[in-house]
């Protein structure tokens, strides 16, 4: 069964970028005003049954104002770290669309190998993180059309910088040693964004599985099911927007993001995805540029490896960390 393109086109996808002339501009911009906002960040020690790792709820201000992110901060105990030039290897994890960090059960079997752990909420979903900002255009119904019409604007603005910021937080504790970035569908994406955007924060590594939010296009001409959905209920209503909505998404799609990743990456793809088509994670990883692994799994959908590509990924970070 096919639901895209063979694999042997898959492989040799490689469309043109689309980002806007001032696609460069208007990051380094949105950086240095994320760099020059205060963390102000809140830790404190939560009540969970190891004995082998300490758990911690933290709170940040996330990007513009009003917005305190919340997550779970795990650190393994000191007999049971693992340890780079006397430093911790820290994992930094989205989630999926919708989704939440969960109870911190879900990040326990990286923290149990030793490693730190950092999972965040995306503003605005389904965990303890709000979204409180105001946007000027855009659906009522889910995040996708929030503030389409304007990149300033636009929610994944402030949804990636707040995950720009997860890094920041680990980078500033004394134990955080090499950064890898995780996260599967929405977290996918977001990992490829943080990893393009934070390329002077010591990223060590990225691995996005079956990854969201990348070539929109394509993805809207594909998909299936999920929340692409959601920009074609936004355009049934507003179809004079829909050029206007594809420039605003082309500052956020993981296609125009990737020949800036700069790290190790290892990206996963579902060759029966029809949530996130293959072509879209396939036109990703062809432009990288950077050390990079692709894993592919031809009968699996929108899970991509589930547990067989999570010992992949704990293969590959132990080998970046044996260099």
Not at 63 to 75: D, E, I, K, P, S
Not at 199 to 221: Q, S
Not at 224 to 243: A, C, T
Not at 284 to 290: D, I, K
């Amino acid at each position: 069964m096919i639901v895209d393109m063979p694999l042997a086109e898959l492989e040799q996808y490689h469309p043109a970028l689309n980002a806007e002339s001032d696609f460069d501009a208007f990051w380094a911009r949105t950086v240095r005003e994320s760099d020059g906002q205060p963390l102000n960040a809140s830790v404190e020690e939560y009540p969970f049954p190891s004995d082998r790792v300490t758990v911690y709820r933290v709170r940040y201000d996330g990007f513009g104002q009003n917005t305190r992110v919340a997550g779970w901060y795990l650190v393994p105990q000191k007999p049971y770290r693992l340890e780079v030039d006397g430093k911790t290897p820290t994992l930094v994890q989205y989630h999926g669309y919708s989704d939440s960090k969960g109870l911190p059960v879900r990040q326990m079997n990286w923290a149990l190998q030793g490693y730190c752990v950092f999972a965040v909420d995306t503003r605005g979903q389904n965990g303890e993180t709000p979204d409180n900002n105001t946007y000027s255009s855009g659906s009522i119904l889910g995040c996708m059309s929030k503030g389409i019409l304007d990149p300033e604007n636009y929610y994944y603005r402030y949804a990636y910088m707040d995950c720009v910021r997860a890094v920041d937080f680990v980078r500033s504790r004394e134990e955080t040693g090499p950064i890898i970035l995780t996260g599967g569908s929405q977290g996918g994406g977001l990992t490829i964004a943080v990893a393009a955007l934070s390329t002077d924060k010591g990223i060590a590594a990225a691995m996005p599985d079956v990854p969201y939010l990348c070539h929109f296009r394509r993805a809207i001409e594909m998909f299936g099911d999920g929340p692409y959905r959601e920009l074609v209920d936004f355009w049934k209503k507003h179809p004079y927007d829909v050029e206007q909505s594809y420039r605003t998404l082309s500052y956020f799609d993981g296609l125009n993001l990737a020949p800036r990743i700069t790290c190790p990456t290892l990206l996963s793809v579902g060759l029966l995805d029809t949530i996130c088509p293959p072509s879209t994670g396939f036109a990703v990883y062809n432009h990288l540029t950077c050390p990079k692994t692709l894993k592919v799994y031809p009968y699996n959908g929108h899970e991509g490896g589930s547990e067989f590509h999570e010992i992949e990924k704990w293969s590959f970070a132990r080998s970046l960390l044996a260099r």
